[in-house]
């Protein structure tokens, strides 16, 4: 079965530190990847997605992959408090379902003032 | 503006009764999904539809079915024969021809059997 990986934390990290939230899957082929934040009672909202591996930046956030090792990662630099929600991990596994998206668990991450 | 609506917000029903909830988008999106969330759980497909007129089972679809009449509506129908339907239910919609597969949500809908 295909998997995503999440740590489901609490992730607490002190205002203005960096977080870093791990993700792994299982299928080799995979071909793209997406970061989600979810609010307390809200619907997931996209941050950012990456296909390559390497990084890739958008304001605080760095999406980071490696496809060898079968790792994402999602760095938030200067963390605020309102960075504090879950974040959702979200593979594409392409082949006959290239339309389908199978999720991670998601970890809460806290940031504390 | 341009978005995915879903209604009612909330919804309570009773045990035996069927409940529709509905999905619209007007962003010309051809791929409509329906998601649903426990805690703990994360997302879990229940049925997707990349054209209208046509739609395929997720991974936990016994005791859900859908409709894909018109491009811009998706609408889900938990039977009596889901055991536990309490949940949140969150509708998606994707652009077809993109190989990400990027996938916007809708506001979801929280459902609660009485």
């Known amino acids: 079965q295909k998997e995503v990986e999440q740590n489901s934390g609490p992730l607490s990290v002190p205002e203005g530190a960096i977080a870093s939230l791990n993700c792994t899957y299982s299928?080799?082929?995979?071909?793209?990847f997406f970061w989600y934040r979810q609010y307390s009672g809200k619907s997931p909202e996209l941050i950012m997605f990456?296909?390559?591996?390497g990084d890739k930046e958008d304001g605080r956030f760095t999406a980071q992959l490696n496809k060898a090792s079968q790792y994402v990662s999602l760095l938030i630099r200067d963390s605020q408090p309102s960075d504090s929600a879950t974040y959702l991990c979200?593979?594409?596994?392409?082949?006959?379902?290239?339309?389908?998206?199978?999720f991670g668990k998601g970890t809460l991450l806290t940031v504390n003032p | 503006d341009g978005g995915i609506t879903q209604s009612p917000k909330y919804l309570f029903r009773k045990e035996g009764q069927n409940v529709t909830l509905s999905c619209e988008q007007n962003?010309?999106?051809?791929?409509m999904y329906w998601y649903r969330q426990d805690p703990g759980q994360g997302l879990r497909l229940i049925y997707y539809?990349?054209?209208?007129?046509?739609?395929q089972k997720g991974d936990i679809a016994e005791g859900y079915s859908v409709s894909r009449e018109k491009k811009e509506s998706f609408p889900l129908t938990v039977t009596s024969a889901q055991k536990n339907p309490t949940a949140f239910y969150l509708c998606?919609?994707?652009?077809?021809?993109?190989?990400?597969?990027?996938?916007?949500f809708g506001p979801g809908t929280r459902l609660t059997v009485l």
């Open positions: 998606a919609s994707s652009p077809q021809g993109l190989a990400s597969g990027t996938q916007y």
């Open positions: 299928d080799r082929g995979s071909q793209s």
């Open positions: 990456i296909y390559s591996n």
């Open positions: 979200a593979v594409n596994m392409g082949g006959g379902s290239n339309y389908k998206l199978t």
């Open positions: 962003l010309n999106h051809d791929a």
């Open positions: 539809s990349q054209i209208v007129n046509d739609f």
